[in-house]
């Protein structure tokens, strides 16, 4: 870390964005987090001390002038943008979703931009929602520069967003990497198609019966190494091309997820699952992006599930979580 670094998280109150604050208040790191909501229950899961600790200010990333205020007003250094609407959220407001999860991006970019000299470093969250179903492409594993074929439009408005930031590379010289999470899990992660293995998770920890959506071979990646990749991938941007990268992750059937879970839950009600699959491929590979950040943390899953489970039970011990409204979402 230098001392100069300032660091701004959008989506700060999500998932990954929870995580990465945690990392960077830890760290030292001076940092703003962003978000458009005030709910702070993924904070205080992942750790109670945090809301003391970081202040978190009230920001719409469609909203231009104030996001060029922001950045300027509090001297940013480095963004991790992972404001976004997940697919149910785009699917259900095809409009809304454009406009945070691409007008917003193009904001952010654009206040990079502005702020040349003053932002030295910009990662931008993608999807594995770019590519299409696995039958597509062949059985290795994905190469980050394979054809993309988005099936949803939250896909392909990250897929517009992967162009924007390369040619705002290109044409400005502002510097980004864009990175396409797959399937995350890990306390916080909540919302979105594919956030059912973490509140199967959720429901053994407290005794509850779940059922998974699709199920299929899936590449999972703990929220924390995703939190600590962004953050890295915003302090290398500066040093290479300005490209999309798929991250590391452990690649598992639901077979193998809900064994693993009942082995660390211990017997109790049936996590139970579909048996589609996801229409994404289930293994990448990330050694471009290891090229630009060095190795790329990979939680083994096994123990992500394990660390989850105790985490969740924790938490709904100390009443930190509400674990029916969790479910019931
Ligand atoms: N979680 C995954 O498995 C996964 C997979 C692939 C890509 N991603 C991408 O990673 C990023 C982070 O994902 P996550 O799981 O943390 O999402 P999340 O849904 O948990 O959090 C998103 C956050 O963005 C905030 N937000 C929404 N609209 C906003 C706006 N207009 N202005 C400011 N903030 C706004 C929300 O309040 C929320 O706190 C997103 O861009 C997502 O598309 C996530």
């Known amino acids: 870390m230098n001392a100069d670094e300032r660091f701004l998280v959008t989506g700060a109150l999500g998932c990954i964005g929870s995580w990465t604050v945690r990392q960077l208040a830890e760290a030292g790191t001076p940092l703003v987090a962003a978000d458009i909501g005030d709910d702070r229950q993924r904070w205080r899961l992942l750790d109670p001390s945090l809301e003391d600790r970081v202040t978190i200010v009230e920001c719409d ?5 104030g996001f060029f205020r922001l950045v300027e007003r509090h001297r940013i250094t480095h963004i991790v943008h992972l404001a976004a609407l997940q697919v149910p959220f785009v699917r ?3 409009m809304q ?6 007008e917003g991006v193009a904001v952010v970019l654009e206040a990079a931009r502005r702020a040349s000299g003053q932002v030295r470093g910009l990662s931008l969250a993608s999807s594995i929602a770019v590519y299409g179903e696995a039958d597509r492409y062949g059985d290795s594993p994905l190469p980050h520069d ?3 074929a988005p099936t949803t439009l939250y ?7 992967e162009w924007m930031a390369r040619i705002y590379a290109a044409d400005y010289g502002v510097p980004s990497i864009t990175l396409r999470p797959a399937v995350v899990y890990g306390p916080g992660r909540d919302q979105g198609l594919t956030s059912s293995p973490t509140l199967a998770m959720l429901a053994a920890a407290v005794g509850r019966p779940y059922h998974i959506a699709w199920g299929g071979s899936a590449a ?17 941007a500066a040093d290479g091309p300005s490209d999309a990268y798929n991250l590391p992750g452990e690649t598992a059937t639901m077979e193998e997820v809900v064994e693993a879970i009942r082995e660390v839950a211990g017997d109790g009600p049936r996590i139970t699952f579909e048996p589609s699959p996801l229409p994404f491929p289930s293994a990448f590979d990330a050694s471009p992006l290891e090229r630009r950040l060095g190795r790329v943390h990979t939680t083994p899953l096994r123990e992500g599930i394990r660390q989850t489970v105790a985490a969740f039970r924790e938490a709904a011990a100390a009443g930190r979580i509400d674990p029916d409204r969790l479910l019931a979402a």
């Open 146 to 148: 394979a054809p993309a």
């Open 155 to 161: 896909g392909a408005y990250k897929q517009a967003n």
């Open 97 to 102: 979703g454009a406009r945070v999860n691409v």
């Open 92 to 94: 259900a407001r095809p």
């Open 61 to 65: 990333v469609t909203d231009a002038e």
């Open 220 to 236: 999972y990646q703990h929220a924390a190494d995703v939190a600590a990749a962004f953050v890295a991938a915003a302090r290398a």
